[in-house]
Structure formats: structure tokens, C-alpha cells
């Protein structure tokens, strides 16, 4: 069967779905940052099975795509009054002031004083600058506290970097060297640790094999559900 786009209605708004078909054990459904919704089903699977599973889905696919309506994606960003920005998983409003550079939370709002205001890049920089401190030394926190927890489980010394990625949200070498994406500062804390401890692991178990996840499980017990969530929304 050919890949084509199924439009779902509903009360709310009509959500088109590229139907993607192929080899594959079961039917799986993905909301993007960039809105667009992909399912994946396998060959020969029945239609009325396919409206079912959507059907089930569409206030899971609404709240997704709210969420990225509110936040898109950087790249969109146009770095104006009123647009929110997100800072360990809340929702901030950015509020705009001439002065010399700063950036500092003040209940809902992300404050960041430039001496153009209506300069994108200057706006953009202070905050890319401030993201970056503040993950560096909330991270940097964060896997310490961690770290010292698992100790029991005969950790090597490692060092850490942060970098801003765009397809990995950590990684560790062989040579004991974990890198975590500064982006991650955006998001909630359990997303966080997830990540960390995932990294911690893999100076067990390199691998992404059976051996690994049942070490990573006996820590992070709904580790898929917060990846699904870290990775789609």
C-alpha cells in the first residue's frame, strides 16, 4: 500500500497524518516539534484497526500539538515580547528591557535586558549565553548528586563536557567521557536525571543491549516513558 495523508477531524482542528507503511510489528503513532504527525503501520493492517488506534489517540495528538504550537521550534523563534521560552520544563514569557545585557527569571516572565531590544541577534545571543551558564551549572549539580548516589556501582572517574547537540541529548566514551546537551536545561528535571543516569550506565555497559536496560530499569523503572516524552513532547 502507498504512503498518503489521512485527515483526521475533530471538534478543535483537523489534524492531517502521513500514513507511512512498511515491514514493522505493530502500529505506532508520532507527534513532531514541527507539528507534523506520522504514523507507522504495518503492511496489511486493517483500516478499521487504523481508525480505532486514531481515534484513541487524538487527545494525546491535540495536546502534542498544542504544546509545540506554544513552542516551536528554535530555529522559529523571532526573539519578540510575549513569545515563551522554556526553562527546566515551565513556561516562561520573554520580557524585553533596554540596559546592559542580562537575562534573569522574575516569576512568569524571562527578563533579558539588551541595549537594542528590537535587535534579534543581540536578544538571541544574551539568551543562548545565559542557557548555556545556567545548564552548565544546574547539570553540572545535578550529575554529582547523582553520581555520588550510584557509587555503588564501582563508577570509574570521568569527565564531563556540555555541548549544544542536535541529535543526542548525552553521550559517553570509551574512555570515560560523558557529554551532556546544554538543551537540556529546557527541560524537566526527571528528563534530566533520566539522561544522566543513562550516561552513568553506559560506564557499565557500553552497549545498548539487554544487559544495559536491565541496569538502567533497576534505576529508572519508567525510563521509556520519560525518553518518549524527552524525544516526542
Not at 204 to 222: M, T
Request: with cysteine.
Amino acid at each position: 500500500m502507498k504512503n498518503s495523508v489521512f485527515m483526521l477531524k475533530t471538534l478543535t482542528r483537523d489534524i492531517p497524518i502521513e500514513m507511512q507503511y512498511g515491514f514493522r510489528k505493530r502500529l505506532t503513532l508520532t507527534v513532531y516539534p514541527n507539528q507534523k504527525v506520522i504514523a507507522r503501520i504495518p503492511h496489511g493492517f486493517p483500516k478499521r484497526k487504523i481508525d480505532e488506534y486514531f481515534k484513541k489517540k487524538t487527545s494525546w495528538m491535540i495536546k502534542h500539538l498544542d504544546h509545540f504550537e506554544q513552542h516551536p521550534p528554535e530555529k522559529d523563534k523571532r526573539y519578540v515580547a510575549g513569545e515563551k521560552f522554556t526553562y527546566l520544563g515551565n513556561s516562561y514569557t520573554l520580557k524585553l528591557i533596554i540596559g546592559s545585557s542580562r537575562v534573569e527569571l522574575n516569576g512568569s516572565y524571562l527578563t533579558v535586558r539588551v541595549k537594542d531590544p528590537e535587535n534579534k541577534d543581540l536578544v538571541a545571543d544574551a539568551l543562548a549565553r545565559w542557557y548555556r551558564r545556567e545548564a552548565i551549572r544546574i547539570l553540572t549539580s545535578r550529575f554529582h548528586e547523582l553520581f555520588n548516589r550510584l557509587k555503588y556501582l564501582d563508577l570509574p572517574e570521568i569527565i564531563l563536557r556540555f555541548y549544544k547537540m542536535k541529535r543526542r541529548w548525552g553521550s559517553c566514551s570509551s574512555k570515560g567521557v560523558i557529554t551532556l546537551n546544554t538543551e537540556l536545561i529546557k527541560r524537566e528535571q526527571a528528563l534530566i536525571d533520566y539522561v544522566i543516569i543513562h550516561e552513568i550506565c553506559h560506564l557499565k555497559v557500553p552497549a545498548h543491549n539487554k544487559e544495559f536496560y536491565a541496569l538502567l530499569g533497576s534505576i529508572v523503572p519508567d525510563w521509556k516513558e520519560r525518553r518518549n516524552i524527552l524525544n516526542y513532547g
